[in-house]
């Protein structure tokens, strides 16, 4: 990042403050994610943030809040509800993707805001056009929800594992590659697990087919599609 000058605390905005620390939370991940980082960025000093934000909380739960605006809201009664559902959780796994900071914080954060929350209201907006009522349609929003949650997490976990390793200057690549060489070592000793792993292409023990998440969202939402009234 160039140096720039610092920056006044009366011309720094909300705005910048929270693109920034998405970017620093993006590069770095929660630990890297302080005040001075961001001062550093912005080219103002720590305290002129705080002129802005109360502190490090804060901060994350506006930068959660407002990457939830990336997810497209398609209106179920122009493209089908079910068609409406895919694009919604296919934009949801991929803006989880992109932040993987925001799954791990999860475990330790609360987030609400209005981007979650109209991101929220247009997931029931999609299950009521569906014909799904009242705790039905929490039930099925939710249900694709945690599915989705499921589906970046060990992703997100390689990302920070990637990271603590490095920050301790070890060879992350390496130690990992040799975490799931031994794994497989392991999984050789279980009929399944070798077949699995002999079978050409073989696979990593821990890696998943190509369009697993495809798969399984589709699977999904068969089985919402079958529980509607008059299915």
Not at 16 to 39: H, K, S, V, Y
Not at 87 to 114: I, K
Not at 173 to 182: F, G, K, N, P, W
């Amino acid at each position: 990042m160039p140096y720039r000058e610092r920056m006044p605390r009366d011309t720094l905005t909300k705005e910048q403050i929270i693109r920034t620390a998405i970017e620093l939370l993006d590069e770095e991940g929660l630990d890297g994610l302080n005040m001075r980082a961001l001062g550093k960025r912005l080219g103002a000093a720590a305290t002129a943030v705080y002129w802005h934000v109360k502190n490090k909380d804060d901060l994350l739960l506006l930068a959660g809040d407002r990457v939830w605006d990336e997810i497209g809201l398609p209106d179920p009664g122009a493209a089908g509800w079910r068609a409406a559902a895919t694009t919604m959780a296919t934009g949801l796994h991929a803006m989880l993707g992109r932040h993987p900071w925001l799954v791990q914080a999860f475990g330790s954060h609360l987030f609400y805001g209005p981007g979650k929350a109209r991101h929220d209201d247009h997931s029931l907006a999609v299950y009521e056009a569906a014909g799904f009522t009242g705790t039905q349609a929490d039930r099925a929003a939710a249900t694709v929800f945690t599915f989705v949650m499921g589906a970046v997490l060990g992703a997100s976990a390689t990302v920070s594992l990637r990271r603590r390793l490095g920050r301790n200057g070890a060879d992350a690549e390496a130690l990992i590659q040799d975490t799931v060489a031994r794994a497989g070592e392991v999984a050789m000793g279980f009929p399944r697990l070798r077949a699995r792993l002999e079978t050409p292409p073989a696979l990593d023990y821990a890696a998943a087919p190509d369009r697993t998440f495809e798969y399984g969202l589709e699977a999904l939402l068969d089985g919402l599609e079958a529980r509607l009234p008059g299915a």
